[in-house]
């Protein structure tokens, strides 16, 4: 990180990350304060608390994370007058097992204040036996999808998203094959969930998505996309990659709107929603760091590019996205939305079967 | 691994391995068989049933153990007609925090048959909650000191280990203070598993050792720990290395008579011991592929060498030893003791204060 208070410190860019941090903190505490049954363990006798965070990455904000709901479980003891039952904490870090365990593990703070696991595993399927876990946790990891829906890559399909990389800006078909793959990834995290939660288990998400009614193509993000795709495709004309390469390359992200989200909860059935709330907005924008803003889409997006082109055309394509993107309006235009974090508040249901 | 079944093939040359791992998931399988209570687990109504390794490494070893556990716990589910009450299992991964987690996780097989998670951290101190696991094991792990005890580094100490890397062959006062150090070091682990167990939780250790009475020295490995021993002085009198660095370098592993371990087990007084038993010596013996022993002495070494040392010496150090390796007699005298592995099976009691 860039120190110190500059322009492009992080201390001046991190704003936006460390105002939804901070606003995420208040939530969290006080829907802990308000929903959980302190004393109250049918299924552990041993007193101890079980924490996950699904799709941790490498720290440092799962350590944040993890650290604020332990802190508002206490403060609930403590305003209880239970403070000597206070349980011990067990924290499980899971991710995928191509994450970076080991580094995770140097990292975790040496505070003594829980015991942690590593649970490597897609958080679409079930990673925890039935009914253990306390608190769930996932942060702006939801809107990986677990694959590409196949008939995007089908050119006897009307949703073939032929010569784009992604959903925004595409026929209409393509977007609903990403949402009803979303639908059923979101599905299937919400039942593992449920079957992991003890019942009454309360379950944070944070959700990159946009308002009800935006549409992709109308933010930053989605038009950056666009940009990246327009130069795959500048590619293909030199010959280096194929047009069919770049058809079948799509990105395997999703941004639901709110509605979305409370919709798929409902019919999933298996828990009660407390609270969908956007997260605050940054009150200060800084101008983006160009470069920060390249090389944070490289670090995201260039394992799938070369896990789909080979190593060959990392450099080339982002040498060529810098320039189109610094010449693009979304730099300067205010009219772009941008893309939205929402805290979600969950708590498992007593009586239904998973 | 060698393939194929020649003279340095691993079928070969794996035989002690295999048997002793053959003969441990025997006992494993009779003492579960005797002492597991089914259907009583009174600290998790979950019907969760979690095992831990300590000292897993990255495997294929921690994944054999941790099979023939669960294999052994299923066969008494069934024996006892209660197949359907058969639980989950949750199984915990622990090594030092500087283990290979990344290649731990690739490794697991995907048999479906458990929950997994890694735990970082030393397993002389807590790394789970109280009273929340039900079966520990340890493989050939437990002679690995927390730390070289004091004495054996200071000059004015009559324990001072001046010119040695062991305490294979030193002064009486050396080996005291290592089994000093181990002795604490096992109480740790003892009293640390007792309150991470469920009470009638179960216990396997397999540790490296040699018969009572029997002195490292006696032995193969002490030997060769003596040849590498002299091969620093060696180094030292060239220049590249000092005097001092060779008497403040210690190997710290500790190999306990049976009757230590007993004592030991007695005087924490945590646990019932159910058995101490010496794994079976193989039947047939292929004379040893030197370049591996090196190499495989090599690969335990290694790290604490660069520690203490630096980059510079580990060529050269294991080019002198293997010289005199070869012309050493331990490669051919059969008088000389190997050590030994013992299966130790312990059960947590039900009533008393950790």
Same mark, same amino acid.
């Given at each position: 990180m860039e120190g110190g208070d500059g322009p492009y410190s992080?201390?001046?860019?991190?704003?936006?990350?460390k105002q939804s941090l901070d606003s995420a903190k208040q939530l969290t505490n006080e829907l802990i304060d308000q929903h959980l049954d302190v004393g109250n363990h049918p299924y552990s006798l041993s007193n101890s608390y079980r924490v996950a965070d699904f799709g941790c990455?490498?720290?440092?904000?799962?350590?944040?994370?993890? #650290?604020? !709901? !332990?802190?508002?479980?206490?403060?609930k003891y403590k305003s209880q007058k239970m403070e000597s039952r206070t349980p011990e904490f067990h924290v499980f870090f899971n991710d995928h097992v191509g994450n970076d365990f080991n580094t995770l593990f140097r990292n975790i703070p040496a505070t003594g204040r829980y015991f942690a696991a590593g649970v490597p595993g897609s958080f679409h399927g079930r990673l925890l036996p039935s009914s253990t876990l306390h608190?769930? #946790?996932?942060s702006t990891a939801l809107h990986w999808l677990s694959k590409i829906p196949k008939e995007v890559t089908d050119k006897n399909s009307p949703a073939w998203n032929k010569g784009r990389i992604h959903y925004?800006?595409?026929?209409?078909?393509?977007?609903?094959?990403?949402?009803?793959?979303?639908?059923?990834?979101?599905?299937?995290?919400?039942?593992?969930?449920?079957?992991?939660?003890?019942?009454?288990?309360?379950?944070?998400?944070?959700?990159?998505g946009f308002p009800d009614g935006v549409q992709v193509c109308e933010s930053s993000m989605g038009e950056n996309f666009n940009i990246l795709g327009s130069c795959f495709l500048d590619i293909a004309k030199t010959g280096i990659i194929t047009q069919e390469m770049v058809d079948s390359f799509n990105l395997p992200f999703y941004y639901p709107w709110p509605s979305e989200l409370k919709s798929l909860i409902d019919v999933n059935g298996l828990f009660e929603i407390k609270k969908i709330e956007k997260l605050v907005a940054p009150t200060r924008q800084v101008k983006p760091d160009l470069a920060v803003c390249v090389l944070h889409l490289r670090a !995201?997006?260039?394992?799938l590019i070369k896990k789909h082109f080979g190593e060959g055309i990392t450099d080339i394509l982002f040498k060529r996205h810098t320039k189109k993107y610094v010449e693009s309006p979304i730099v300067s235009d205010g009219r772009y939305f941008k893309e939205t974090s929402y805290f979600v508040f969950l708590k498992r249901k007593m009586n239904c079967a998973s």
């Open positions: 992080y201390t001046q860019n991190s704003e936006y990350q990455s490498v720290g440092p904000n799962t350590f944040c994370a993890v #650290h604020n !709901i !332990i802190e508002a479980v206490e403060n608190f769930a #946790h996932c925004a800006g595409a026929a209409k078909g393509v977007k609903d094959a990403y949402s009803t793959q979303f639908a059923k990834d979101f599905d299937s995290f919400l039942s593992a969930r449920a079957q992991e939660l003890v019942p009454g288990g309360l379950m944070v998400l944070v959700s990159l !995201i997006l260039g394992e």
